[in-house]
């Protein structure tokens, strides 16, 4: 994600991120790319994410082997530009994140969905 937020015009071809998700995921990571391009923001890094812990592993509904994560993700730091003006935009908020990912046939996982609700943690 980081790559194709710092430079939102420099690619045309998405494809690599389909290589890491799946699922609503897949879709949601091209529309983040879009919105940027369409606001004319790019990002510079500065995410922090912390408490990083395994909630469970086991067999989702489709049948496919899934592992939920949870996580507290910062934004204070992220720096986030407007692309004409160089002006950096102010960013701040903590959110607590619960990340699923399914195990694929070829035994890679891939973000499938990522759910979020700001909170102090």
Do not use: H
């Not at 720096?79 to 070829?106: A, C, H, K, W």
């Amino acid at each position: 994600m980081e790559k194709f937020t710092s430079d939102p015009f420099g690619f045309k071809d998405f494809g690599e991120t389909q290589y890491v998700t799946t699922g609503d995921a897949a879709n949601e990571i091209i529309l983040e790319i879009e919105g940027l391009r369409q606001q004319r923001l790019r990002s510079d890094g500065g995410l922090v994410f912390r408490d990083v812990t395994i909630a469970s592993v086991g067999t989702g509904e489709s049948g496919v082997r899934e592992a939920t994560l949870e996580y507290c993700l910062d934004v204070s730091d992220l720096r986030v530009f407007n692309i004409d003006t160089g002006e950096q935009l102010p960013r701040s908020g903590v959110y607590s994140e619960t990340t699923t990912m399914e195990q694929g046939e070829d035994a890679k996982w891939r973000v499938s969905r990522v759910r979020n609700s700001e909170a102090s943690c």
